[in-house]
């Protein structure tokens, strides 16, 4: 009986690892990067995934207050909700809970606003900082003062400055011979007033990230504009603008988020009202939550539309500005 015993040619590679002896080989050479990015995937599991994963089961059953588990006393009463598919999200964006849509205007207006203030007092304050002015630290501490405020504290500060009867801006009004203002129960006033309470808390960080973005710009590029003959405008829009466009994208995106799901403003400031006239969509939410006969599914659906609103739009919006900054570098 003859034996082939087939040779080894030099030059070929072995045969693959099978996948566990793979596995096990790559944990045991990078087992300190693992050990490092643990604790984070775990807090990101417990913190985000977790409630994430959960909020989207709650959004394709009919849960509420009144089919939910809990317990009284030594009684354990069990959930009785059942699953509906997607028959939440159908009623919501059909518009026949007949809130969802005002609702989305309003917060696409009051995140239109508020950014666009944010970005243009920001900018206009660090160009006033990034120059060379007397007592500019003391400037600096005082207009990042309203950042440094929890939004809570502020929020309350503000309704006694906007109170109707005393309030430090009727006070004012009055002395200069206006009428009070119900600043917080008339729909119009109460926008305004939303939307002037969050510029003032936001418009620190622009400032602040653009202060930081301008001081990145060569003074160079100036000097060779203004030998030039460019005018300050002309300078502003071919050195300054381009110089600042990768920290205006993130601090663009970023105040989007911010402010799509402003809640402490609006449910500390207005509660909503008057008439939910001042509910965005993440206010809507929680008062589908916790208010009334609660719906959780209903509430849990309004988390997943929002969520995926943003995830939808900051991808878009990452792309159309990579490609904008290539086209520009290019």
């Not at 809990?70 to 059909?94: C, H, K, M, Q, W």
């Not at 710009?217 to 000097?223: A, D, F, K, Q, W």
Request: hydrophobic share 50%.
């Amino acid at each position: 009986m003859t034996t082939v015993t087939a040779a080894t040619h030099a030059g070929v590679a072995p045969p693959p690892a099978p996948p566990r002896r793979a596995l096990r080989t790559r944990l045991a050479r990078h087992w300190y990067a693992w050990a490092m990015v643990a604790p984070v995937v775990l807090v990101i599991t417990v913190l985000v995934l977790l409630p994430l994963a959960r909020g989207i089961h709650l959004s394709l059953t009919d849960a509420t207050e009144l089919n939910s588990g809990r317990t009284i006393g030594v009684n354990e009463i069990p959930a009785t909700y059942s699953f509906v598919g997607l028959d939440n999200y159908v009623e919501v964006l059909s518009g026949a809970d007949g809130a969802f849509y005002p609702r989305l205007l309003w917060t696409v207006q009051w995140t239109v606003v508020c950014v666009t203030l944010h970005y243009g007092l920001g900018l206009g304050l660090a160009l006033l900082l990034n120059r060379a002015l007397r007592l500019r630290t003391l400037y600096r501490m005082l207009l990042i003062l309203p950042w440094a405020v929890p939004p809570f504290v502020a929020a309350f500060g503000w309704r006694l400055i906007l109170n109707e009867q005393g309030g430090v801006l009727n006070t004012l009004l009055g002395m200069a011979g206006v009428s009070a203002v119900d600043w917080l129960g008339e729909p119009l006033a109460a926008k305004v007033s939303v939307i002037m309470v969050n510029v003032w808390l936001g418009v620190p960080f622009m400032m602040v990230a653009l202060l930081g973005g301008l001081q990145t710009v060569p003074r160079e590029l100036y000097e060779a504009a203004e030998m030039d003959g460019a005018s300050p405008w002309q300078r502003f829009r071919a050195v300054t603008l381009p110089g600042l466009r990768p920290v205006s994208g993130t601090v663009l995106l970023l105040g989007t988020i911010w402010t799509f799901n402003q809640f402490p403003v609006i449910a500390l400031l207005t509660g909503g009202g008057p008439g939910g006239a001042t509910n965005i969509l993440v206010t809507e939410a929680y008062e589908r939550a916790f208010q009334g006969i609660r719906d959780y599914a209903g509430a849990a659906t309004y988390g997943a539309i929002i969520a995926s609103m943003l995830v939808v739009f900051a991808s878009f919006y990452r792309r159309w500005l990579q490609r904008h900054t290539g086209e520009v570098l290019g």
